[in-house]
Nanobody, 125 residues
Framework: VQLQASGGGLVQAGGSLRLSCVAS????????MGWFRQAPGKEREFVAA????????KYPDSVKGRFTISRDNAKNSVYLQMNSLKPEDTAVYYC???????????????????WGQGTQVTVSS
């Protein structure tokens, strides 16, 4: 499957952005989807995950209450709505797909076997 992320940009602290990721190549609804981010000099970290049906989501404490992941299986797309952005949210954001069909939402990079190219999010103070 190919993943194409978009929607990044430059925003002031407190602002919002909505990232999108479109999948092609395989049946989208079989994938658990996730978003990760990587800041310069840091490891890639988990941001959000959503189940195949969209009924279950998971977030780390650092973004809980500010970020919302959603998906539209009819459009082969997953989204990340980011509100109340902070300078520490600055990173390249990646969408990822897990085809393992396991019920638990993964939070580690090795649990996802397909990755998009990333989109830059910069939050100015």
């Amino acid at each position: 499957v190919q993943l194409q992320a978009s929607g990044g940009g430059l925003v002031q602290a407190g602002g919002s952005l909505r990232l999108s990721c479109v999948a092609s190549g395989r049946t989208f609804s079989i994938f658990t989807m996730g978003w990760f981010r990587q800041a310069p000099g840091k490891e890639r970290e988990f941001v959000a995950a959503i189940s195949r049906s969209g009924s279950s989501t998971k977030y780390p404490d650092s973004v809980k209450g500010r970020f919302t992941i959603s998906r539209d299986n009819a459009k082969n797309s997953v989204y990340l709505q980011m509100n109340s952005l902070k300078p520490e949210d600055t990173a390249v954001y990646y969408c990822a797909a897990d085809s393992s069909l396991k019920s638990i939402l993964g939070t580690m990079t090795y649990e996802y076997n397909y990755w998009g190219q990333g989109t830059q999010v910069t939050v100015s103070s």
